[in-house]
């Protein structure tokens, strides 16, 4: 079973439509949670860290559940420079630690 | 934006050939990444280093090799190329210490390989 998992997609949307996208993890000592972004043939960039009570920022929220080891990401009002690929990530393992990167869901938003 | 530079963006080698992918950061990180990815697969972690003379290696078993002789040049090196090697490979760097820090890793724009 692979560390991080996602559905790969692709999600294709139109303009303004709202999408979420799951991850779960399978390490349950997993410290810190994340969403990266990743355009077509580019480097990976941190979107926003999730935390336990959900957080939110601008159209974008994400929440964790610990228990069930599940982390999701909403978008709302999609763009079409929303279109990318978002990576689930988790950390653990203290200072010594380092992040897991799930293989990414690709989300199309068309005109 | 973030300062980590990666050279060459692109690069097409024979079998048998040694290369080197250099990776530079102008951000005083101590700690430094290489990654290998596959077109439309995820991110394997090859290589890392916490500092000056730490190198360790990743998750994915790799026949690259890596050294830390300044902190801001993490180079990684090919002895003799194959066409399995054959990949996008990408540098990235994050601070050590924070609570922040340890997670927010910068990527640099990666080396296309080609081996032909």
Known sequence: RKEVEQDPGPFNVPEGATVAFNCTYSNSASQSFFWY???????????MSVYSSGNEDGRFTAQLNRASQYISLLIRDSKLSDSATY??????GGSQGNLIFGKGTKLSVKP | EADIYQTPRYLV?????????????????????????????????????????????????????VSRIRTEHFPLTLESARPSHTSQY??????????RGLYEQYFGPGTRLTVT
């Open chain 2, 13 to 65: 080698i024979g079998t048998g050939k040694k290369i080197t992918l250099e990776c530079s950061q102008t951000m005083g990180h101590d700690k430094m990444y290489w990654y290998q990815q596959d077109p439309g697969m995820e991110l394997h972690l090859i290589h890392y280093s916490y500092g000056v003379n730490s190198t360790e290696k990743g998750d994915l078993s790799s026949e690259s090799t």
């Open chain 1, 37 to 47: 972004r990743q355009d077509c043939r580019k480097e990976p960039k941190l979107l």
């Open chain 2, 90 to 99: 990408l540098c990235a760097s994050s601070e050590l210490g924070g609570s």
């Open chain 1, 87 to 92: 990576l689930c990530v988790v950390y653990y």
